[in-house]
């Protein structure tokens, strides 16, 4: 159902629900903010309608109800926020419309008039691969995590971690060992190291908090119904 948000030219605007909290640009100029879902749905004067989960979390977050004030991952009490978004991808099935099909029959009877043989096996083998059409939309929830400064630090992305400073020792002694004109052992080892500092990656900033919030329930939820759900830092 489309919903309408007016610019101050004057101009309205269809939005859907998924669109609250962007912006859209109206054509005098100017850029239009698109209030909150639960916003939207008290514009256009509803009051019962079901939410779905995504909704949900995000009316929750909206009124603080979510995670209250508790650090999201030592549960200590703060008032820093970090501002992020959950992006999931919505997927549905469409089948083809009546006009299309009754155009694609049409077309398949006049092929099979001028080439009765080879016609009736278009029209069956056509019939066979007619499959549905599968669509997505990409969705933002945006939520205000509650993160104190020491977990905001100690989440950044790092460079060196454990398996990279393991695999820089061993490029080191392969090093020694060349020199020593242990060879066939300095190669491995190098060989080895390289490999090792190469798959030791560190975890991004996204994705140990995307870790912590699939531990949390209704964002669990989320991610049971949308796996590849994904965060990002506003």
């Not at 698109?34 to 995000?58: F, M, Y």
């Not at 278009?122 to 019939?127: D, F, K, P, Q, Y």
């Not at 560190?202 to 989320?222: D, K, N, Y």
Request: charged share 20%; net charge positive.
């Amino acid at each position: 159902m489309p919903y309408k948000v007016a610019c101050r030219c004057g101009a309205v605007h269809a939005v859907e629900l998924w669109h609250a909290g962007t912006k859209r640009e109206c054509q005098c100029g100017q850029s239009v903010t698109i209030p909150s879902s639960v916003a939207l749905r008290k514009l256009a004067g509803e009051t019962d309608t079901p939410l779905s989960l995504p909704q949900k979390i995000q009316k929750a977050s909206e009124s603080g109800e979510l995670f209250g004030t508790e650090c999201l991952a030592c549960d200590e009490d703060t008032t820093r926020v970090l501002k992020l978004s959950l992006v999931y991808e919505q997927t549905w099935m469409e089948d083809a419309g009546f006009t299309q099909n009754v155009m694609i029959w049409i077309l398949r009877l006049l092929i099979a008039i001028m080439m009765l043989p080879l016609g009736l096996l278009v029209i069956l083998r056509g019939n066979s691969n007619q499959r549905p059409e599968y669509r997505g939309r990409t969705s933002l929830i945006p939520l205000d995590v509650p993160m104190c400064t020491h977990c905001c630090e100690k989440l950044r992305t790092r460079f060196w971690n454990s398996g990279r400073i393991v695999a820089v020792l061993l490029i080191v002694m392969a090093a020694i060992l060349c020199y020593l004109s242990q060879l066939g052992i300095g190669i491995l080892l190098i060989v080895i190291g390289l490999g090792l500092f190469l798959v030791s990656r560190s975890q991004t900033r996204e994705q140990r908090i995307a870790q912590l919030l699939r531990e949390f329930g209704p964002c669990q939820r989320l991610w049971h119904e949308y796996p590849s759900t994904m965060v990002r830092i506003s």
